[in-house]
């Protein structure tokens, strides 16, 4: 499995981003697909997943009614959508589809400019 992501980059606090992030295979209808972050010298943290065909989504604290995780099967591809971002969301973002074995994305950076 080979999950490839788009979209991140600079952005001022207020602003908002899509990250995308697309799979080899269907992904999005066999695994959880979730997305994390990690910003220097923190550990790597849960943002937000998406269960198998979208049925429910789970989100970070911190996140919650900012950030939107949505899915597409037919494209193999979910989204993160990003708003109202803050210069602490800046981090470099990873996807996962998690099963009986995890794959991770190359990863991210985004950047919030205060």
């Known amino acids: 499995v080979q999950l490839v992501e788009s979209g991140g980059g600079l952005v001022q606090a207020g602003g908002a981003l899509r990250r995308s992030c697309t799979g080899s295979?269907?992904?999005?209808?066999?695994?959880?697909m979730g997305w994390y972050r990690q910003a220097p010298g923190k550990q790597r943290e849960l943002v937000a997943t998406i269960s198998t065909g979208g049925r429910s989504t789970n989100y970070a604290d911190s996140v919650k009614g900012r950030f939107t995780i949505s899915g597409d099967n037919a494209k193999n591809t979910i989204y993160l959508q990003m708003n109202s971002l803050k210069p602490e969301d800046t981090a470099v973002y990873y996807c996962k589809a998690g099963g009986i074995s995890d794959y991770w994305g190359q990863g991210t950076q985004v950047t919030v400019s205060s």
């Open positions: 295979v269907s992904t999005f209808s066999i695994y959880t």
